[in-house]
């Protein structure tokens, strides 16, 4: 029995050697493509248009959580305790990261009304790459954030509990 999976790879991997595109496995591992068809239960038309799509989700879901960084909500005292660990150097990173997601959401909405199988393979190898150095830009910056709450906490842990 042929899953809604096992269709969309059919149909992806037709286009993957028309346009060089990464594996869907690739694929797959950084944007969670696989639990999104089943959660779904469907097999989309246009693997290209759907991948890209998917893509842009997973980019745009971390503008809150960097938008949060450089202006945080005054009314959440750990939005602001946040905010504070970060310079203005690393908030001018956070500001341009903010500027370089914006650009790939806004594009992908101008792919959508333009519709052309072509422009989303394009999309998909040059923000698959962009998205590796991405990811390793927000994970400089959760570092930051983690380490910001890990410095205020007591070295003597027991001593929360008695």
């Given at each position: 029995m042929e899953t809604n999976i096992n269709k969309f790879e059919d149909k992806y991997n037709k286009l993957k050697s028309k346009y060089d595109l990464p594996s869907i496995k690739e694929l797959n591992d950084q944007f969670e493509i696989y639990d999104i068809i089943k959660e779904k239960n469907l097999s989309p038309s246009f693997p290209l248009r759907y991948t890209r799509r998917l893509m842009v989700s997973l980019f745009y879901g971390w503008i809150n959580y960097l938008h949060n960084f450089i202006m945080p909500n005054p009314q959440s005292a750990i939005l602001v305790r946040e905010s504070e660990a970060f310079n203005e150097e690393q908030k001018n990173k956070v500001t341009k990261l903010i500027k370089e997601i914006?650009?790939?959401?806004?594009?992908?909405?101008k792919l959508d009304l333009e519709n052309y199988e072509q422009k989303d393979a394009e999309f998909i190898k040059k923000y698959f790459t962009e998205w590796k150095k991405i990811k390793k830009m927000i994970l400089e910056l959760a570092n930051i954030n983690l380490e910001s709450w890990q410095s205020d906490m007591p070295s003597d842990k027991g001593s929360y509990f008695g």
């Open positions: 914006m650009f790939i959401n806004r594009l992908s909405t």
